[in-house]
């Protein structure tokens, strides 16, 4: 039996004080079983302080996460300066915990290394994985990348996890947390073996508004658009309104449909970036021939989504929920950046335990039709997990 422990702190000013309320809040030391692994998310400044370190050096077990720059917790869901710490623990599942080499050229050979090195010390019955990976890597695509390593496993042992989403900009100092050390260039990975059988729920807004202009990538190289529809990036966001002084407005939040013509189905991309040159570059793979619809993301639909998440989480009833939910859906909300994380407060059970964290993109298995988990990259959605 898998059971959860939840704690956080809000303090920055006494790092040994808030040590002692996130380690007695919850009587950590009197529940924890025989086996145990910690879940960290925090803002930045937890770690640039050394508060992470210091926790993770006074856990008698191994500790992973990321940070992030808005998280909420049932404990305590209206603070934005958060350190919030969930932790698994068992008499009968253990825990495999590890971090990658850096994630340099080749990005795949360390990731694939990390999963095959603790795959190998899975004795038992492999039941999920959680992860944890910064943004883009020396220009390649991880998360497809990532799940192409964890579905080339004959048992697809479901995995969930998210991007680390650094502090206040998208792409600044994203870290991904493993035993108080913090790194912007490596993934870390948790594998649960025992019984455990978790839920996993996806979310993902129904209505983005019309798709008001559809064009065809023309000319590409892996996940950057070169051309659509035989010319520049900038002109065919130009011409649909969305640029203002050479620069595609509210970057983040503009939801590409891509058709890529290969027997998928249709997936929803952000944009991660526009390059000097003017073309753009997305967090997965685009090839040429790919149709791609643009959209907006309504903000009305993301808090619908919160509503949704709250209310699946009461009815789960679980020992705790784990909830990703991308970056760009904050972007979207505007000045009014809480309300996701409002309307889910406000459909909880006042029972129900969950983490609710903002994510540069997530991972989150899907049930396919062969009856296997098939690990998948997401991007604009809201994930969860229960267990």
């Not at 002109?235 to 649909?240: D, I």
């Amino acid at each position: 039996m898998l059971n959860i422990i939840l704690t956080q702190t809000t303090e920055l000013d006494e790092p040994e004080l808030a040590l002692e309320q996130l380690l007695k809040r919850s009587d950590v030391e009197k529940n924890l079983k025989k086996n145990s692994v910690g879940i960290i998310h925090c803002h930045d400044l937890f770690i640039k302080s050394g508060f992470a370190k210091l926790v993770a050096e006074a856990l008698p077990f191994p500790a992973v996460g990321m940070n992030t720059f808005l998280h909420a917790t049932s404990l305590s869901p209206d603070e934005n300066i958060l350190f919030s710490l969930m932790i698994l623990t068992s008499d009968e599942e253990k825990f495999r915990v590890g971090v990658s080499d850096p994630l340099e050229a080749n990005i795949s050979v360390p990731m694939e290394k990390l999963y095959r090195d603790l795959r190998r010390e899975v004795k038992g019955r492999a039941a999920f994985g959680l992860l944890f990976t910064p943004p883009l890597i020396t220009g390649e695509p991880i998360g497809e990348l990532l799940v192409d390593i964890l579905n080339a496993d004959e048992e697809r042992i479901p995995c969930f996890g998210g991007m680390a989403a650094g502090y206040t900009d998208f792409f600044k100092d994203p870290a991904v947390i493993h035993d108080g050390e913090t790194h912007l260039d490596r993934m870390a990975l948790l594998l649960v073996e025992g019984d455990t059988v978790p839920r996993f729920k996806i979310f993902q807004s129904e209505d983005f508004g019309e798709i008001y202009k559809k064009g065809i990538i023309t000319r590409s190289r892996g996940h950057v658009i070169q051309e659509i529809d035989n010319r520049p990036p900038l002109e065919f966001f130009e011409s649909s309104g969305l640029c203002a002084n050479g620069a595609i407005s509210g970057i983040h939040a503009i939801p590409l449909y891509l058709d890529r013509k290969d027997g998928s189905p249709p997936v929803i991309r952000g944009i991660d970036s526009q390059l000097k040159d003017g073309t753009i570059t997305l967090p997965g793979r685009v090839p040429e021939g790919t149709t791609m619809g643009l959209g907006l993301l309504a903000p009305a639909s993301v808090i619908e989504n919160g509503k949704a998440l709250g209310t699946w989480i009461r009815d789960e009833r679980a020992a705790c929920s784990l909830v990703y939910s991308c970056i760009s859906r904050n972007f979207a909300l505007g000045l009014d950046y809480t309300k996701e994380i409002e309307a889910v407060k406000a459909n909880v059970a006042k029972d129900s335990k969950y983490v609710f964290s903002y994510s540069a993109s997530e991972f989150c298995p899907v049930l396919h039709e062969d009856g296997k988990w098939h690990n998948e990259y997401h991007n604009m959605t809201m994930i969860a997990t229960s267990f």
